[in-house]
C-alpha cells in the first residue's frame, strides 16, 4: 500500500500542458466525458425558466455570506455546539491536519474511512494522517481509483475522470488485495462488474470502521446543519455508521438559512452532473444518538482571498465544475497540469490566491486560460473567471525583460505623436524585420507568423487620402 503521489514541485502549467497534450488517449477519455457531462448539463438547465434569476440568487446570497461572514460563522458554532457537536478552527493546513489526528488518537482508531472532499485534499489530510499512523479510505468510487491507482485527482466531480474502463478494471484486480478485499477473478471493464467490485470491496470498510471524516456542501447558520450531496450511497453509510464524525469544511461554505438552501439546491445539481436532484441528500445537525461530531472550519488563505474586492467572487464557487466541462485548455490539457486539486478554470483563479503566486507554477496559473468566457457563461454563481484572470495577471511577477518591454510600449502607446513616430519608423525599417523573432521571444514565433508592418499607417493613410475620398 503506498501512500498518494503529491503535486508538490511540479513545474509551471505550460509544461505540465505540452506533455499532456501528447497523450492521445488522455484527450479521448477528457473529450468524451467533459462532452458528455455538458451536454446533459445544458439539456436540464433549459428546462428552467427562471435560471438567470437563480444564478442572480445564488450569486445574491454567496455574497451577502461573505460580506457578513464573521457573524454567520459565529451563529453556525453556536448553533453547533447546542446540538452537541465541537467545533474547531484551523487557520491553516497544518492547524487542521494536527486537529482531526488528534481527534482520531483520542478515538483509538488507526483508519477511517472519507466521504470526497475538496478541503481535505486541499489541506493533504490524507498523507498527514499516514505521517501519524492512520490509514484513511476514501469511499467514492472515483477517489477510491484515484488513491488505488496512487494517482492524482484531475476533476473536481469525477477525480478519476483522465481513466477509462479498462485501466480502471486493471487498477481494481492489480491494487485492490492490498487495501482491503480483492477485486473478484475475471473481473471484466463492464460498468455494473467494476461498480459491483467497488462495492463488495467498500461494504467491509464501512461495517469495520468506527471513525468517519467529511466535508460538506454547504452549513446552514441559523441551525448548525451540515449538507452533502452525493450520488452513489458512499456518503450517507460514513455520515451515518461510524461512532465518530469529523467533517472539515472551508468557512466559505456557509449559507445564512434554509430558505437560501432551496436556490442551491436546484443549481449544484444540474450544474455540476448534470441531474435535476442527487440521488442522495444528507444533512445532520450537532451530534446524533450514539455518533459524536466535531465540526473542523478551515480557512487557509479564505480571509486572505476575501481582502481582494476582485478576487473574492472565487469564493462563491460550489464545485460543481461546470467550467471544468466547457473549458477548451481543461479538455485538452487535463487536470494534472495545473498542480493543484483544484483544476481547470476554478482553479486557475483559486490556486494561485490561496497558495500565492511566489511558484513558477502557481503564477503559470492565471495565464492557463483562452479568456474565452465559457466558464463565466456556466457558472451556476456568476464568477466572473475571465475577470479574476486578468486581475492575477497583475500580481505575477514577470522576467526583467518582459517588464522593460511593456514599459517601453506603455511610454509609446501614452502619446499619440509617439505612436505615429514610432509607426513610420517601423514601416520604414520593415524590410529588415525577420520572420523569426530571436531568443526568448522565439517562443512567440515558432507557432505563430509575425504580422506583416504596413508601409504606412492607417492614420497616415487617412490623413493623406481625406478618408480615401482623394
Ligand atoms: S467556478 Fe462556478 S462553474 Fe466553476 S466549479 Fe465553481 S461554481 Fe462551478
Given at each position: 500500500m503506498s501512500g498518494r503521489a503529491t503535486f508538490l514541485g511540479m513545474p509551471a502549467f505550460p509544461v505540465n500542458a505540452a506533455a499532456a497534450v501528447q497523450d492521445s488517449q488522455l484527450r479521448f477519455n477528457l473529450r468524451k466525458a467533459t462532452h458528455t457531462i455538458r451536454g446533459r448539463r445544458a439539456s436540464v438547465v433549459a428546462e428552467v425558466p427562471d435560471w438567470a434569476e437563480l444564478r442572480a440568487a445564488g450569486r445574491q446570497i454567496k455574497d451577502h455570506t461573505l460580506r457578513n461572514l464573521e457573524r454567520y460563522l459565529l451563529r453556525l458554532e453556536e448553533a453547533v455546539t447546542r446540538a452537541g457537536g465541537h467545533v474547531h478552527w484551523a487557520a491553516d493546513a497544518r492547524e487542521a491536519n494536527r486537529i482531526v489526528a488528534g481527534l482520531v488518537r483520542a478515538t483509538g482508531e488507526t483508519s477511517v474511512v472519507k466521504v470526497k472532499s475538496m478541503a481535505t485534499q486541499e489541506i493533504g489530510l490524507n498523507e498527514a494522517l499516514a505521517a501519524e499512523g492512520i490509514t484513511a479510505y476514501e469511499t467514492d468510487l472515483a477517489e477510491l481509483i484515484v488513491q488505488l491507482g496512487d494517482d492524482w485527482p484531475s476533476h473536481i466531480l469525477v477525480p478519476a475522470i483522465h481513466r477509462n474502463r479498462s485501466e480502471i478494471r486493471e487498477i481494481f484486480l492489480e491494487k485492490m488485495a492490498e487495501w482491503g478485499r480483492a477485486a473478484p477473478e475475471g473481473l471484466t471493464d463492464e460498468p455494473r462488474a467494476l461498480a459491483e467490485a467497488a462495492r463488495l470491496h467498500l461494504r467491509e470498510r464501512f461495517l469495520s470502521t468506527k471513525v468517519a471524516i467529511s466535508g460538506a456542501n454547504f452549513m446552514i447558520a441559523e441551525t448548525g446543519t451540515l449538507v452533502v450531496l452525493e450520488s452513489e450511497g458512499n456518503g450517507r453509510m460514513c455520515l451515518t455508521l461510524p461512532e465518530t464524525l469529523i467533517s472539515v469544511v472551508g468557512i466559505?461554505?456557509?449559507?445564512?438559512?434554509w430558505r437560501d438552501l432551496e436556490v442551491f439546491l436546484q443549481l449544484l445539481p444540474r450544474s455540476s452532473t448534470g441531474e435535476r436532484m442527487n440521488p442522495y441528500t444528507s444533512t445532520w445537525t450537532g451530534a446524533v444518538e450514539g455518533q459524536e461530531f466535531h465540526l473542523v472550519l478551515l480557512d487557509n488563505g479564505r480571509t486572505g482571498v476575501l481582502a481582494d474586492e476582485v478576487g473574492?467572487?472565487?469564493?462563491?464557487?460550489?464545485?460543481?465544475?461546470a467550467c471544468l466541462n466547457v473549458c477548451p485548455v481543461y479538455e485538452r490539457a487535463?487536470?494534472?497540469?495545473?498542480?493543484?486539486?483544484?483544476?481547470?478554470p476554478i482553479g486557475a483563479i483559486l490556486t494561485p490566491q490561496l497558495r500565492?503566486?511566489?511558484?513558477d507554477l502557481d503564477a503559470s496559473l492565471p495565464y492557463a486560460s483562452t479568456l474565452c468566457g465559457a466558464c463565466f457563461d456556466v457558472c451556476p454563481v456568476a464568477i466572473d473567471i475571465p475577470e479574476v484572470l486578468v486581475h492575477l495577471r497583475g500580481r505575477v511577477r514577470h522576467p526583467r525583460a518582459e517588464r522593460l518591454g511593456m514599459r517601453a510600449a506603455g511610454w509609446v502607446f501614452d502619446r499619440q505623436e509617439r505612436l505615429t513616430r514610432a509607426e513610420r519608423v517601423a514601416g520604414r525599417l520593415r524590410r529588415f524585420v525577420p520572420r523569426r523573432l530571436p531568443g526568448p521571444l522565439s517562443a512567440w514565433t515558432e507557432t505563430r507568423d509575425l504580422p506583416d508592418i504596413p508601409p504606412e499607417s492607417f492614420r497616415d493613410w487617412w490623413d493623406r487620402t481625406d478618408g480615401g475620398t482623394r
Open positions: 466559505e461554505k456557509l449559507l445564512p438559512s473574492r467572487q472565487a469564493l462563491r464557487c460550489i464545485r460543481c465544475s487535463g487536470g494534472h497540469a495545473y498542480g493543484s486539486v483544484y483544476p481547470g500565492g503566486t511566489t511558484s
